[in-house]
């Protein structure tokens, strides 16, 4: 009995796989919530399932014990205070520990990671930094209910449609002997240590170790395959980098800043962009955009096709250019050459929502008040900045919030 926690993966339930299984076989199994609308708007889900065939007892236990969870709902409305800043999330994630720590793990696994990088086009070091950013080499993988947390956001009207795939895709996996029952994640439903999303597992999982099952939680072999799998369907380039640190020359116009804004290497080169560790640029007929995620006092980054897929896997810029420092700092590259001038002080998303709201009324088109500074907003901030022959570097600071108000005559956004 003790070998049924290896039955399933991403599994803690042990001996009690057993005993429920053949209590559900005879009838006894109980659903666990007590929220009558909850169990109505289940029994449709369970219908579904049972209609595309997911009929299996491991499915059926899934469904018994899903209930929802008011913890999920918390976290899933709860916004940060703080907006992040570059050198905070960066100095954050890629730490001493972190770089030794997949360092370590890059050599342990070479001959693992070489072959799956062969395979799918994938270096090594880049594998290493999503499984340590996303999982923290596999240590923190999320302990909630993966089937009760999609549950719970689906049956919630915000994301239904979207968590309702999730679920169904989660009960499909369970059905096929890829999650366990009770198979835990994050609060949004993020399995194993790349911590793929149900759909993403369906799509691209993939059994590398041939148990016949794609374990996310528990075969690196999978995990690492799985990541490959995905990265290199998502259109990465085998040939190139995923972007490089920059300087840019005196007089640089920051209007030319932004993902939007796609120019081959070697047009960067001839309006004097230069590599900021001196070496020559490679691949100057890639296609790449510039980015200055922390304004004109940090660093620059020359962004290459490699660093839009990493945002394929989280749509951030602050993540994607985080996960390609600590793949070069992984491989033995050197730290960033712009030195931090201060403590940055992060604006409230709040402000964020009023900085938003103030260009829009003043015409620039920033997109919606949301809090989250995206490139629509970043483009209407360099815009506002030229009017005011400011740096149109695009970063939103206190300073820029400021200049705002002043504008504005400091009247309040209604």
Known sequence: MDSAVFLFPCSRIGRTVIAVVLAMAAGTAAAYSEDPAFDA??????????QRGFTSPAVEMALAGAQPLDRVL???????????????????????????????????????????????GVPPQVLVAFWGLESDFGRIQGDFEVVSATATLAYDSRRSGFFRQQLLAALELIDRGDL??????????????????????????????????????????????????FLHSSGWNSHAGWGEEVR????????????????????????GVRRADGAEFDGLDQSAALLLPAGVNGPVFLVRQNFRVILKWNNSVL??????????????????????????????????????SRLGALGYEPGEADGVVGEKTRRAIRLFQRS???????????????QLREQAGAQPVQ
């Open 41 to 50: 708007w289940m029994e449709g889900v369970r219908a579904e399932a049972a």
């Open 180 to 229: 366990a029952p009770d198979a835990r994640g994050s609060w949004a439903g993020a399995i194993g240590q790349p911590q793929f999303i149900p759909t993403t597992i369906r799509a691209y999982a993939v059994d590398y170790d041939g148990d016949g099952r794609r374990d996310l939680c528990g075969s690196l072999a999978d995990v690492f395959a799985s990541a490959a799998n």
């Open 388 to 402: 005011q022959a400011l740096p149109a570097d695009g970063y939103a600071d206190a300073g820029l919030l400021f």
């Open 319 to 356: 993540y994607a250019l985080a996960i390609g420092h600590l793949a070069d700092r992984i491989a033995g590259g050197a730290p960033l050459v712009a030195q931090r001038l201060g403590d940055e002080v992060p604006l409230t998303r709040y402000d964020v929502v009023e900085l938003q």
């Open 74 to 120: 918390e976290l899933d409305r709860r916004q940060p205070e703080l907006t992040q800043t570059f050198w905070r999330y960066v100095d954050a994630r890629v730490t001493d520990a972190r770089i030794a720590q997949g360092q370590m793990y890059l050599d342990a696994y070479a001959p693992l990671l070489s072959a799956i990088g062969a395979r799918w």
């Open 248 to 271: 840019l020359p005196d007089g640089f116009d920051y209007l030319e800043a932004g993902l939007e804004v796609d120019k081959p290497v070697r047009t960067w080169q001839a309006m």
